[in-house]
Nanobody, 121 residues
Framework: QVQLVESGGGLVQPGGSLRLSCVVS????????MGWYRQAPGKQRELVAS???????TYADSVKGRFTISSDNAKNTVYLQMNRLNSEDTAVYYC???????????????WGQGTQVTVSS
């Protein structure tokens, strides 16, 4: 199996920063890409940022210039540095990885359990 464990969420004041981390573990052959999604109350889950195994990144327009995604492929870990946070960033943040397991030929998506980020004064 493949497990994703997120950490780093919490309560932060508007304008503040947080750094999320996600470790992918298990019998992993390859990771194609990793990403962060978020879901606010009453809204659909949306892509925040993603990074490929070749470090190609994509961002939602709402976070461009404020959030930075990075990864340590040797550690199967992805990070999300979030700066200049505002109330609209409040959501549960989920880590996602597209993984090929040892002994398998196809890639599948796996998800973490989510970590709450609350931006409030």
């Amino acid at each position: 199996q493949v497990q994703l464990v997120e950490s780093g969420g919490g309560l932060v004041q508007p304008g503040g920063s947080l750094r999320l981390s996600c470790v992918v573990s298990g019998r992993i052959e390859n990771i194609n890409f990793m990403g962060w999604y978020r879901q606010a109350p009453g809204k659909q889950r949306e892509l925040v940022a993603s990074i490929s195994s070749r470090y190609i990144t994509t961002y939602a327009d709402s976070v461009k210039g404020r959030f930075t995604i990075s990864s340590d492929n040797a550690k199967n870990t992805v990070y999300l540095q979030m700066n200049r946070l505002n109330s609209e960033d409040t959501a549960v943040y989920y880590c996602q990885a597209n993984v090929r397991r040892v002994g398998y030929s196809m890639f599948n998506d796996y998800w973490g359990q989510g970590t709450q980020v609350t931006v409030s004064s």
